[in-house]
Each structure stands twice: as C-alpha cells, then as structure tokens.
C-alpha cells in the first residue's frame, strides 16, 4: 500500500509543509483546489460577510477541482489544511465525502496563525467515514510532523 498527501492551502503555507512532508516520506501529493479559488478578500474572516464565512456558516458545500486517481491504493493519507474555526475548511470536507475511507489512517495537519487544534479529528471523522484512524496535530513546519504518525 501507498501513502498520499493530501492538502488545501489558501496562502501557501499549507502547501510548504504538505511538499517538504510527502517528500520527506516518500508520498503521493494531490492539491485540493476549489473550483473557483479563493481571493484574499474571500478568506478575510474578520469580515462577517467574507466567502469563508458565509461557507462555513452556512455549512455549504465547496467542489473541487479534479479527484485523486486511485484512491484505494493508499492505505495512509495526511491531510493538510489552514485550521478555520477550529476545523477543516468546507473545501477540504466536500473533498473528503467523495472517497471511501474504509480502514484507511485518517492524519490531518492543520497550519494555524493563531487558532488551536481542538477537536478537528472529532469534526473530520464524520467525513472520512470508516477509516480506521483519524487523528489531527497542528503545525509550524513539516518537521513538526516527524515521528508523529510515520
């Protein structure tokens, strides 16, 4: 089996630490890309009527662009995201509702300019259904992630 990493990244951060991450392992990297990308306006949260915002409170579903090939063969998958509200964006949820999940490790990281982890495993699993692990850790780096779930 294969590992994969995963990641939405809306300032670049996220994708630093998914690339060095999945090259550090030796991974698969597959880029979660809205269909209609993100301005900065759009993930301006301190703007009650910014698009992250109205998504995240309205529970709305966000498509992406694209799918990963294959996806059964990966028996582990990192999923990278900005934590927004103390969890995954919407984008990186709609992503996760496409796949089957069965059995596979569920390892998301999160990249934060201030929020905490809190419970971002517990609000994953719902989307990432029967996976047999789901764990979350917030990050500065890719080599936060070193011996945490390799």
Known sequence: MSTLVTYFSAEGTTAKVAKEWAAEIGADVFEIVPEVPYTKADIRWVNPLARCNKEKFGKKEVPVQGAVEEMAKYDTVYIGFPI?????????????????????????????????????????????????????????????LKGWKE
């Open 84 to 144: 927004w509200y103390g969890c995954a964006p919407n984008v990186v949820n709609t992503f996760c509702k496409a796949y089957d999940w069965s059995g596979k490790k569920v390892y998301a990281f999160a990249t934060s300019g201030g929020s905490k982890i809190g419970k971002t495993a517990e609000k994953l699993a719902p989307y990432v259904g029967g996976a047999a692990e789901v764990d979350a850790l917030l990050v500065k780096s890719a080599a936060d």
